[in-house]
């Protein structure tokens, strides 16, 4: 166990509708990450949060949106769902602010819309 | 930004033989490059790391070395067991780096 919690484990939805997935990172972490996974797909960085504000944006689109509450859980927001949004999303939760520490992954949230 | 490739993109090694897989990067400051292993369905989990002031690290049957002159480190993975059939995934980050740069990862496949 990571110690990185994720919820749901898994989403069913339909397309274009909202769904939002959770994430507490380890005790003592400030920071979160946000990966998506595609079927046989590498890790694509979504976001990152640091103590509450957003630190570094990847190739997340426009209809997704993230934050990090004062308490440093995280939750990330789909918007407008597509089939191809149908992934596995992962949180990861780091100690400092800097992408230059050990990187700790949840179970991730598999997300399947229909 | 930074660039890491990854091969091969599938590896299949008999039970007991070694595994390699290697990763190059393109930014010279990049300093810190850890390796993850994900099993079917599961999360990525850390296995080994290494930082850029140091030329070889090994953990009981894996190791990883780096060549920061050629931009390229390895994965080492020997007397393979069933076990150690993953996907592996390479990683680059910097100090003053804001994200982790992943390859595209390695299936081994174990044969028994």
């Known amino acids: 166990d990571s110690g990185v919690t994720q919820t749901p484990k898994h989403l069913i939805t339909a397309t274009g509708q909202r769904v939002t997935l959770r994430c507490s990172p380890r005790?003592?972490?400030?920071?979160v990450y946000w990966y998506q996974q595609s079927l046989d797909q590498g890790l694509q960085f979504l976001i990152q949060?640091?103590?509450?504000?957003?630190?570094a944006k990847g190739n997340i689109l426009e209809r997704f949106s993230a934050q990090q509450f004062p308490d440093l859980h995280s939750e990330l927001n789909l918007s407008s769902l597509e089939l191809g949004d149908s992934a596995l999303y992962f949180c990861?939760?780091?100690?400092?602010?800097?992408?230059?520490?050990?990187?700790?992954f949840g179970s991730g949230t598999q997300l399947s819309v229909l | 930004g930074e660039n890491v490739e990854q091969h091969p993109s599938t590896l299949s090694v008999q039970e007991g033989d070694s595994a390699v897989i290697k990763c190059t990067y393109s930014?010279?400051?990049?300093?810190?490059f850890p390796w993850y292993k994900q099993e079917l369905g599961k999360r990525p989990q850390l296995i080994i790391d290494?930082?850029?002031?140091?030329g070889e690290k090994k953990d009981q049957r894996i190791a990883v070395t780096l060549n920061k002159t050629a931009k390229h480190f390895s994965l080492h993975i020997t007397e393979t067991q069933p076990e150690d059939s993953a996907v592996y995934f390479c990683?680059?980050?910097?100090?003053?780096?804001?994200?982790?740069?992943f390859g595209t990862g390695t299936s081994l496949t174990v044969i028994p």
């Open positions: 930014d010279s400051a990049s300093n810190y």
């Open positions: 990683a680059a980050s910097m100090v003053a780096g804001n994200q982790f740069y």
């Open positions: 990861a939760s780091s100690v400092g602010g800097s992408a230059n520490e050990k990187l700790f």
């Open positions: 005790s003592g972490d400030l920071s």
């Open positions: 290494i930082r850029s002031n140091v």
């Open positions: 949060y640091y103590n509450g504000e957003e630190r």
